[in-house]
């Protein structure tokens, strides 16, 4: 190979290194799956708190359920006496109006029930949103990860190649070219520039026909008048 496409190919190589690091660095996939991870947490932790409320739900019912069983015992029983053995106006009274006050209790209690069972649905269809939620979450976490692993592993195999290419290159390229590639690269970010239409493809810039001449008939380094980048034809 001629010394100017040497360059040239290490100049490929040299961009399609910095395209595989780029890859491997994934920062937008990385970024993703923390989150995906921290709505995971945050959305297990809510449905715990929901589950622990809906057991405080469940064991208010269950003691409102109980009080309404004695409360209607009682009503029970006092409608019994007083249809059997009433025997006073007094005693006629008094079981009235105790009737009329647990009667009120039941009715009181009820409502409250009717409450109960409304935040018992609530909080239900919130558990069950909230668990589909959390195996979706965990579905896209896992697909995201696996194909966040095999970029990274397909990645690593292309940049090993890319790497030994270079090396092999780099044997064949004179020391003190390679150092003015260097040079070049790291002030301009690419040190060769191909022409194309006698035109420096870099910046834009038209050759002067001796310079054009020069660089068809052979393969010195010449630098381009206006970026002073090598030119390659
Ligand atoms: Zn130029």
Known sequence: ?????????????????????????????????NDLKSQYGKLKESLQNDMVYKKDIVSQSEAFNLKLKTLDKRVKGDSEKLYNEASSIKVIENLQNEIEINKKEIDKIENQLLGIIEKDEKVTSEIKDKKENLIKLKKEFEE???????IIESGKEILERLEGKRAELLNEIDKGLLARYDEITAKKGSAISKVEKETCSQCGVKLNAILYDKLKKN????????CGRILYI
């Open 219 to 226: 393969d010195d380094i010449n630098l381009c008048d206006h």
């Open 1 to 33: 190979m001629f010394k100017l496409e040497l360059l040239w190919a290490l100049q490929n190589i040299d961009g399609e290194i910095v395209k595989y690091k780029r890859i491997q660095k994934n920062k937008e996939t990385l970024i993703k799956l």
């Open 144 to 150: 995201l990860k696996e194909e966040y692993n095999k």
